[in-house]
């Protein structure tokens, strides 16, 4: 058994008799205990607001969520300055797709595999411009020139797609955009806890991606906006807590990026979010790259193995993926939903079928659902090996 299954209080729960193996972190991650144990202690130790209390429990909780608002900062190579809290991930791309006042004119440029929450800001506020994807569901990621115009006000794309499992050349992209004078939001929702990043590195403009897949508590995420980027950003959502000065003349609001946390935050989540980061700094984000890349690689090998499976993305090299992997496996009179729930109910494993939030991938991949496997540090090659076999029965 991989030793960190022991930290995961739900990866010890029985379905039927049988121990669970864990295949969904794509969706949710579990929550090890020293995460659980630091939202507990937030309720039996501080209990108070943040920002706001004088008292001893108000300045404990201000600096435990300040704490984990550095945390984040760090993960990623930004300035706690730069590090906005919001509910998710779709949360932040809405906050951008308002904040830099959109209209319907202006053209955002992104893949047609995103995800909805990388999609449908976009296309409320803006026009999005999509970039193809081939037969395997992976961008044509040079399209990116010809695409780019004199009206395109963003580009975007996911880090790492959360249907194919592919790392995408986020460098070249943000080069190539840069060079057309067009800011550049990147999608770390299915990296951030796979791959180590560093946003100087990468020069982005934006980049977002939630707690709950980075084994958070839910209800969390994170924005980064490029210190010189907030000038851009119009203020989203108002009212107690961003406000510097409020008089029945004006208003002034508090300085980046508090300007953009109107009311009570999700205090405990930040919190657990921070003891997260801790529990991943402790293990090293190289550490946990090597492993992803291993067990995805194993993945395709074996999943493409099974008759007449689509694995998609399975072309691309191994150090170009995480432990993702997505396919279409024909069963008669079953969807991959219905796979899904089979393998649940027969051999308590547990990964994910449908759609994934991504419909237009689907539709241009002529594919009704698929099946997603998602591994993370917790397992090992015993799962796949599992996977494997409880699908060989079905076909």
Same mark, same amino acid.
């Given at each position: 058994?991989?030793?960190?299954?022991?930290?995961?209080?739900?990866?010890?729960?029985?379905?039927?008799?049988?121990?669970?193996?864990?295949?969904?972190?794509?969706?949710?991650?579990?929550?090890?205990?020293?995460?659980?144990?630091?939202?507990?202690?937030?309720?039996?130790?501080?209990?108070?607001?943040?920002?706001?209390?004088?008292?001893?429990?108000?300045?404990?909780?201000?600096?435990?969520?300040?704490?984990?608002?550095?945390?984040?900062?760090?993960?990623?190579?930004?300035?706690?300055?730069?590090?906005?809290?919001?509910?998710?991930?779709?949360?932040?791309?809405?906050?951008?797709? =308002?904040?830099? &006042?959109?209209?319907?004119?202006?053209?955002?440029?992104?893949?047609?595999?995103?995800?909805?929450?990388?999609?449908?800001?976009?296309?409320?506020?803006?026009?999005?411009?999509?970039?193809?994807? &081939?037969?395997?569901?992976?961008?044509?990621? =040079?399209?990116?020139?010809?695409?780019?115009?004199?009206?395109?006000?963003?580009?975007?794309?996911?880090?790492?797609?959360?249907?194919?499992?592919?790392?995408?050349?986020?460098?070249?992209?943000?080069?190539?955009?840069? $060079?057309?004078?067009?800011?550049?939001?990147?999608?770390?929702?299915?990296?951030?806890?796979?791959?180590?990043?560093?946003? $100087?590195?990468?020069?982005?403009?934006?980049?977002?991606?939630?707690?709950?897949?980075?084994?958070?508590?839910?209800?969390?995420?994170?924005?980064?906006?490029?210190?010189?980027?907030?000038?851009?950003?119009?203020?989203?959502?108002?009212?107690?807590?961003?406000?510097?000065?409020? !008089?029945?003349?004006?208003?002034?609001?508090?300085? +980046?990026?508090?300007?953009?946390?109107?009311?009570?935050?999700?205090?405990?989540? +930040?919190? !657990?979010?921070?003891?997260?980061?801790?529990?991943?700094?402790?293990?090293?984000?190289? $550490?946990? =790259?090597?492993?992803? =890349?291993?067990?995805?690689?194993?993945?395709?090998?074996?999943? $493409?193995?099974?008759?007449? +499976?689509?694995?998609?993305?399975?072309?691309?090299?191994?150090?170009?993926?995480?432990?993702?992997?997505?396919?279409?496996?024909?069963?008669?009179?079953?969807?991959?939903?219905?796979?899904?729930?089979?393998?649940?109910?027969?051999?308590?494993?547990?990964?994910?079928?449908?759609?994934?939030?991504?419909?237009?991938?689907?539709?241009?991949?002529?594919?009704?659902?698929?099946?997603?496997?998602?591994?993370?540090?917790?397992?090992?090659?015993? &799962?796949?090996?599992?996977?494997?076999?409880?699908?060989?029965?079905?076909?």
């Amino acid at each position: 058994m991989n030793s960190y299954v022991k930290d995961f209080p739900l990866l010890r729960r029985e379905m039927d008799g049988q121990s669970i193996t864990y295949l969904d972190s794509a969706s949710t991650t579990p929550k090890p205990q020293v995460v659980i144990d630091a939202v507990t202690r937030y309720y039996t130790e501080m209990g108070a607001n943040v920002h706001r209390g004088v008292h001893p429990l108000g300045e404990a909780s201000t600096a435990a969520y300040e704490r984990a608002r550095y945390a984040a900062a760090a993960l990623i190579g930004a300035s706690p300055s730069e590090i906005v809290f919001t509910r998710n991930a779709t949360e932040a791309f809405n906050l951008v797709a =308002q904040g830099l &006042d959109l209209h319907p004119d202006d053209e955002v440029v992104f893949p047609a595999s995103e995800h909805h929450s990388n999609y449908m800001p976009w296309r409320m506020w803006a026009k999005p411009v999509l970039v193809d994807i &081939d037969d395997e569901a992976v961008p044509h990621y =040079q399209q990116l020139r010809d695409r780019i115009g004199k009206h395109t006000k963003l580009v975007t794309l996911a880090h790492v797609s959360n249907v194919n499992g592919v790392i995408a050349p986020v460098e070249e992209w943000v080069e190539i955009a840069h $060079k057309a004078g067009v800011p550049i939001m990147v999608d770390a929702s299915q990296s951030v806890s796979h791959l180590p990043i560093d946003v $100087k590195k990468l020069n982005c403009d934006f980049l977002a991606f939630s707690s709950h897949k980075i084994f958070g508590p839910s209800g969390v995420g994170v924005l980064y906006v490029r210190r010189d980027r907030f000038d851009s950003l119009k203020l989203f959502n108002v009212g107690g807590g961003m406000v510097k000065y409020h !008089g029945e003349d004006r208003f002034e609001p508090r300085e +980046a990026p508090f300007r953009y946390e109107a009311g009570t935050p999700n205090i405990e989540g +930040a919190i !657990g979010f921070g003891a997260a980061l801790e529990y991943l700094r402790n293990i090293g984000m190289d $550490k946990i =790259q090597a492993h992803s =890349q291993s067990l995805g690689a194993m993945m395709v090998k074996e999943l $493409k193995a099974l008759p007449e +499976a689509r694995v998609l993305g399975a072309r691309v090299p191994p150090e170009r993926r995480v432990a993702l992997c997505t396919l279409s496996l024909p069963v008669p009179s079953m969807t991959q939903a219905n796979i899904a729930r089979l393998l649940a109910d027969s051999h308590a494993i547990l990964v994910s079928g449908g759609f994934h939030c991504a419909h237009v991938l689907h539709h241009r991949a002529a594919l009704d659902g698929t099946l997603r496997a998602s591994a993370h540090l917790f397992n090992d090659e015993a &799962d796949i090996e599992k996977l494997v076999a409880a699908l060989r029965d079905l076909v």
